[in-house]
């Protein structure tokens, strides 16, 4: 099913990026070609090395390190995509993808590109339940992205909540 697919990451930042980390061979091993693009916050958890050895792949980190003069770096990653899933996806990256603000690589590819848009939100369960995320949340429902909704468990804060990202295989 995944044989051949390319799938673009988009990687935000927080505690769940050691999950996209696991995604990321998980797809690889299931016969996918994966690409990463992590935010800067991402970085102060995992580095960009290893989603590089785990897709191998370059990892995209910032809009403006053009590697090919010959190559837009966001246009072509967009174009590459067969699908983009972010995850984990911050509350800050959902208020930047629903106000569709291009600040980053990440998002400036998001607004580039025609793919399918899947989401997999992570966030302690206040935040997750927030009016403004909610709204957040709708407005890219409405502009057709997709949710992979949290599940229950534990949380790097402590709670026992519904809105843990990415369920366990």
Not at 36 to 58: C, D, G, K
Not at 94 to 122: E, F, H, N, Q, R
Not at 142 to 160: K, N, Q, T
Request: net charge positive; with cysteine.
């Amino acid at each position: 099913m995944l044989q051949s697919k390319n799938i673009l990451l988009g990687v935000s930042g927080g505690i769940a990026v050691y999950k996209a980390a696991a995604l990321t061979s998980k797809l690889v091993q299931a016969g996918a070609n994966v690409r990463v693009i992590m935010t800067e916050s991402a970085r102060e958890f995992v580095s960009p090395l290893t989603f590089q050895a785990l897709s191998r792949h370059e990892v995209y980190v910032d809009t403006f390190k053009e590697n090919n003069p010959k190559v837009i770096a966001h246009i072509d990653v967009a174009d590459w995509a067969d699908l983009i899933l972010v995850a984990p996806a911050t509350a800050h990256t959902i208020g930047k993808m629903a106000g569709g603000l291009a600040d980053d690589m990440l998002t400036t590819t998001l607004l580039a590109s025609t793919a399918p848009v899947w989401v997999a939100p992570a966030m302690n369960v206040h935040m997750y339940d927030h009016p403004a995320v909610k709204r957040n949340i709708r407005t890219l429902y409405e502009d057709g992205y997709r949710f992979i909704e949290p599940s229950e468990g534990y949380l790097a804060c402590g709670y026992i909540t519904l809105k843990r990202a990415i369920r366990r295989a």
